[in-house]
Each structure stands twice: as C-alpha cells, then as structure tokens.
T-cell receptor, first 114, second 113 residues
Framework: KQEVTQIPAALSVPEGENLVLNCSFT??????LQWFRQDPGKGLTSLLL?????REQTSGRLNASLDKSSGRSTLYIAASQPGDSATYLC?????????????FGTGTQLKVEL | EAQVTQNPRYLITVTGKKLTVTCSQN?????MSWYRQDPGLGLRQIYY???????DKGDVPEGYKVSRKEKRNFPLILESPSPNQTSLYFC????????????FGEGSWLTVV
C-alpha cells in the first residue's frame, strides 16, 4: 500500500527566503506526482504535475523534482512571499484503478512572514 | 471558466437523514472522483468514475453511494449519515484516465450530529 509522507508538517520562514518542501513515497511504481496548494476553506489548486518519466517541472518561482528510485520529490519555492502562505500537498498517482488512484500526503503548512 | 462546482458548501444534518452532495464540471472530463479530508489523515478517495455509468470504490467507500448518469455530474449520496462522516468533502475531475492535471471543487463541509 502506497504511503506518502511530507516533512515538515509546518514551516515558518521570513519573506524572501528560498525554501524546500519534501515528499516521500513508499512504492516507486507510480504514474505521476502532483503538488497542490490548499488555502484555508478552499479547494486544492494544482501547482505542478511531474510524469513518472520526468525529473522535474518548473512554473515561475516553483520547481518540483522527482526521484522515483529513492521515492522522493521536492518542491522548491524561490524568493518566498506572504502570498505563498498555504498548505502544500503532494499526491502520487498509482496504478490501482486503471491508474486513477491518487494517494495524498498530509501536507506542509507554510507561513511566510513579513 | 473551467470549474468543478459542489453544493452545498456547508451543511449540518442529523444522523440518519439522507443527503446528496452534488458535483458538476464544465470541462467535459471523463474522470471524476470524491475525496474526504480529515485532520491527520489527509485526503482519502471515496469513489471514482472513469466515464458515464462506470464507477468504482476508492479507499473509504463505506456509507457512501455515487452515480454517473451524465458526464458532467457525479453526486455523492449518504443514505444514512453518521457522525463519523463529518468531514470536508472534495469532488475532482480530470480529462482522460491518467497523466493530466486534476481539478478540485472548493469543498463541502458536512457535519452530522
């Protein structure tokens, strides 16, 4: 059974700092990995999607990497801003159900302070 | 605008009173699913559907039913809600079977007393 762990559970940084969020998973047989952002009382917004054949994806100040063999992904946020404050979730796409199963981590709650 | 719309957004109900949470997407997506989010447990899949009239159980299907009679709609039915179904529920959709970005609704807060 796939298990996804995110460390740390919470993180507070000053504005402008570069930071890394970590995601690890136990089963390397995955279709893809997605990083999401969740704001309080809101749904999830997809940030980056990495297919299993890819090593990384970039969008603006965000860069996500994937190392399938070691079961790890990182989300790098450059020059953090207060507007980046949110909970960040990673989800691994597995083969169960025809490739439709997403297993989520419990998230890292990020606070960027002025 | 691409959207996944859930209703109601907030609901307090009593044990045993049947309720339905509706979900509709306007992107012509084949795949739709329901998740529940609980503190410390993350999001867990309840049911998913790969197309009209095709549904299957996720990790926590007990106490829930779904139907997919139309491509755009995927309602979640709680026939006899119990307090352990108090949770935040999310509907999601995606084009095709795998490999594409998944879109989430804004969530439905359900409290069963």
């Amino acid at each position: 059974k796939q298990e996804v762990t995110q460390i740390p559970a919470a993180l507070s940084v000053p504005e402008g700092e570069n930071l890394v969020l970590n995601c690890s998973f136990t089963d390397s047989a995955i279709y893809n990995l997605q990083w999401f952002r969740q704001d309080p009382g809101k749904g999830l917004t997809s940030l980056l999607l990495i297919q299993s054949s890819q090593r990384e994806q970039t969008s603006g100040r965000l860069n996500a990497s994937l190392d399938k063999s070691s079961g790890r992904s990182t989300l790098y946020i450059a020059a953090s801003q207060p507007g980046d404050s949110a909970t960040y979730l990673c989800a691994v796409g597995g083969f169960t159900g025809g490739g439709n199963k997403l297993t989520f981590g419990t998230g890292t709650q990020l606070k960027v302070e002025l | 605008e691409a959207q996944v719309t859930q209703n109601p957004r907030y609901l307090i109900t009593v044990t045993g009173k049947k309720l339905t949470v509706t979900c509709s997407q306007n992107m012509n997506h084949e795949y739709m699913s329901w998740y529940r989010q609980d503190p410390g447990l993350g999001l867990r899949q309840i049911y998913y559907s790969m197309n009209v009239e095709v549904t299957d159980k996720g990790d926590v299907p007990e106490g829930y039913k779904v139907s997919r009679k139309e491509k755009r709609n995927f309602p979640l039915i709680l026939e006899s809600p119990s307090p352990n179904q108090t949770s935040l529920y999310f509907c999601a959709s995606r084009k095709g079977l795998t490999g594409n970005t998944i879109y989430f609704g804004e969530g439905s807060w359900l409290t069963v007393v």
